[in-house]
């Protein structure tokens, strides 16, 4: 679902005030048909907004498995994620880890790897290591990924191979490890 399916046309810009940005979050979150869902993914801007205790507000009763938190490797990121990493100790959202994307460039026909954004200061490792989290995995920049998601196909049906979508379905696996082993603390303190 996105605020863009509503727009009239893909050109126009969504210029709201907070109220009028809630509103479209509740109306997301409580009146769209989502069906039975494994995972409900929010992408959401960095930072600690009014949008992000919005969506924790609305969703704090369905037992939230936790928040997958996304960086890229210069400091201008890890910057944004450490607030947002706090902004969850605080509201008491679990963190389940952190991803960096576009950690380096893997180049489809050598193999070899450049660092097209080089982790200055350590990159989502060290910070993950400095704030005791998990580091879920890092992807690499690929091309086809971009493509992919224009065209609307599969990237991970499109170059199972490649070095990326060994990483996504790795970070799929370790989510699935946690929310599995959440489940059965549930059940084991119950």
């Known amino acids: ?37 494994d995972y409900l993914i929010m992408d959401t801007p960095p930072g600690t ?3 992000h205790l919005s969506i924790v507000q609305y969703l704090s009763s369905t037992h939230v498995d936790g928040a997958v938190i996304v960086t890229t490797p210069q400091e201008v990121s890890l910057q944004d994620v450490r607030k947002e990493i706090r902004f969850c100790h605080k509201v008491k959202l679990p963190i389940i ?31 993950c290591s400095d704030l005791n989290l998990r ?22 049906r499109e170059v199972p191979d490649s070095p990326a979508a060994k990483v996504y379905h790795n970070i799929v696996q370790s989510i699935q490890d946690y929310c599995s082993n959440r489940v059965t603390e549930e059940q084991g303190a119950s």
């Open 49 to 51: 907004s009014d949008e």
């Open 135 to 156: 580091l879920l995995g890092k992807v690499p920049l690929d091309p086809r990924i971009a493509r992919s998601c224009d065209e609307g196909k599969s990237f991970l």
């Open 1 to 37: 679902m996105s605020i863009g399916f509503l727009l009239s046309s893909p050109d126009d810009a969504v210029i709201w005030r907070g109220p009028k940005k809630n509103g479209m979050i509740k109306q997301f979150l409580r009146d769209v048909d989502w069906g039975d869902l």
């Open 97 to 127: 880890g952190v991803v960096e994307n576009m950690s380096g460039f893997v180049c489809p026909s050598c193999k070899n790897m450049s660092q097209i954004f080089p982790p200055t200061t350590g990159g989502a490792e060290r910070m």
